[in-house]
């Protein structure tokens, strides 16, 4: 039983082949294409209206040199949430409950921010590692406490994303098992429980679009400091 709750996340294999690839490209053919006609129809608008009011407002207190990461965060922000929100459809893999791909989508995007901080403004970059004001016998320690700090940030976007998005997959399967057992047994309580399961599955949609802004706004702050 304890295994199969974790079944869940490993990666599905078809004769021998991983369909982690398939995963991943999947939710780009959803998407509505634009088309060459002058109006577009609702949903392609909403699409636009929504990419236009999320870069707008992950992008107001950035740079304008940081402007031209707008596509690639707009991108991997609907990217994201395509992916957590497929994922809470029944008998569907969640890629994103994988570290490895987090750790796969944090690790270059917070490097790139700091390859340009260190290229375009190395005193500033540098001099985030020491506050001013700071008292002589503590650099040394300030600056190894920063520096450790700053190697972690990709490996907390990373965990975030992933736990976040495990913990609640495994509290729906668990309180959905719990509901077909308690069925036959005591209805009224599996009742409360399908009702349960129903308030978290929608806590659960809040959360897949929450981390997903949660990943790109905290790319966007680590490219505000470094432009």
């Not at 969640?94 to 403004?121: D, E, H, Y």
């Not at 920063?146 to 976040?164: K, Q």
């Not at 897949?208 to 790319?219: K, N, P």
């Amino acid at each position: 039983m304890t295994l199969s709750f974790f079944d869940q996340f490993m990666s599905p294999v078809f004769l021998g082949i991983p369909l982690m690839a398939l995963a991943l490209t999947l939710p780009w053919v959803l998407f509505p294409t634009p088309t060459s006609r002058w109006l577009n129809n609702r949903l392609l608008t909403l699409q636009n209206w929504f990419i236009g009011r999320f870069a707008h407002e992950l992008f107001m207190p950035v740079n304008l040199p940081g402007h031209k990461w707008a596509v690639l965060l707009t991108s991997l922000m609907l990217f994201l949430i395509s992916l957590n929100m497929l994922g809470l459809l029944p008998y569907t893999f969640t890629p994103t409950t994988q570290l490895s791909l987090n750790m796969g989508l944090a690790f270059p995007l917070w490097l790139a921010t700091v390859i340009i901080g260190m290229r375009n403004q190395p005193t500033e970059a540098l001099g985030q590692l020491l506050p001013e004001g700071t008292p002589t016998l503590l650099i040394p320690v300030l600056i190894v406490i920063e520096t450790i700090s700053l190697f972690i940030r990709p490996l907390a976007l990373g965990v975030r994303l992933t736990a976040n998005l495990t913990a609640g997959h495994l509290l729906i399967q668990l309180i959905a098992t719990a509901a077909t057992v308690l069925l036959p047994l005591m209805p009224t309580v599996a009742i409360l429980t399908a009702t349960l399961l129903f308030l978290l599955t929608l806590l659960e949609v809040a959360v897949a679009m929450i981390q997903a802004y949660v990943f790109v706004l905290l790319l966007s702050l680590y490219l505000q400091e470094n432009v």
